[in-house]
């Protein structure tokens, strides 16, 4: 089989003609029904492709995501939306930086760095998340949690709302609760 020719092809042939199916999702985010031993309103939002990861999550107020690490290659970027938090990243000498944040205003924590989330005021901290995967599989260490609990973020308690697998060209988990086209 040959190599395909595409220099004939208009513009709007070169948008359409080679994509797969395209579809639009909507998500809407759960309420919040309580919050867990750390303050975690409810599950984290995670919607996600082979390239991306997006995740929605709320802190009542003094609730925290304690320490923990991503692999080097999971830079995250994360959006205050309501409220604000304290992030504390460790250096590799000991010491620590920390930031806080309000509304509109972004943190960068690097991949593989040491980290924590804490809400500070009187208000919940809701915030957006957004981070570009690299070839690596995503992978955390959650500190403190004996081997026998779930520590992958994609466990049981952090599910995707939505996934889709780009390479494939199919939705591989769709909440229908929270998710419509």
Same mark, same amino acid.
């Given at each position: 089989? /040959?190599?395909?020719?595409?220099?004939?092809?208009? &513009?709007?042939?070169?948008?359409?003609?080679?994509?797969?199916?395209? @579809?639009?999702?909507?998500?809407?985010?759960?309420?919040?029904?309580?919050?867990?031993?750390? /303050?975690?309103?409810?599950?984290? %939002?995670? *919607?996600?492709?082979?390239?991306?990861?997006? %995740?929605?999550?709320? %802190?009542?107020?003094? /609730?925290?995501?304690?320490?923990?690490?991503?692999?080097?290659?999971?830079?995250?970027?994360?959006?205050?939306?309501?409220?604000?938090?304290?992030?504390?990243?460790?250096?590799?000498?000991?010491?620590h930086? @920390?930031?806080?944040?309000? &509304?509109?205003?972004?943190?960068?924590?690097? #991949? #593989?760095?040491?980290?924590? *989330?804490?809400? *500070? #005021?009187?208000? &919940?901290? =809701?915030?957006?998340?957004a981070a570009?995967? #690299?070839?690596a599989? =995503?992978?955390?260490?959650?500190?403190?949690?004996?081997? @026998?609990?779930?520590?992958?973020?994609?466990g &049981?308690?952090?599910?995707?709302? %939505?996934?889709?697998?780009?390479?494939?060209?199919?939705v591989?988990?769709?909440?229908?609760?929270?998710?419509?086209?």
């Amino acid at each position: 089989m /040959g190599q395909r020719d595409d220099s004939e092809l208009t &513009p709007k042939d070169l948008a359409h003609k080679h994509l797969p199916e395209q @579809t639009m999702y909507k998500v809407q985010t759960p309420e919040a029904h309580g919050a867990d031993s750390e /303050g975690v309103r409810h599950s984290p %939002l995670i *919607i996600r492709t082979n390239e991306f990861r997006l %995740l929605y999550f709320e %802190l009542e107020p003094s /609730g925290r995501i304690d320490w923990h690490t991503h692999v080097p290659g999971l830079d995250e970027v994360n959006l205050c939306l309501e409220g604000r938090a304290r992030y504390t990243l460790e250096r590799e000498d000991g010491s620590h930086q @920390t930031i806080e944040i309000g &509304p509109m205003e972004f943190v960068y924590v690097p #991949g #593989g760095a040491r980290h924590k *989330i804490e809400a *500070i #005021g009187e208000q &919940p901290h =809701r915030s957006l998340s957004a981070a570009k995967f #690299g070839t690596a599989a =995503r992978l955390e260490d959650l500190e403190d949690v004996p081997e @026998t609990e779930e520590t992958d973020a994609d466990g &049981p308690e952090w599910q995707d709302a %939505l996934f889709v697998d780009r390479k494939r060209d199919e939705v591989v988990a769709k909440d229908d609760t929270l998710v419509s086209k």
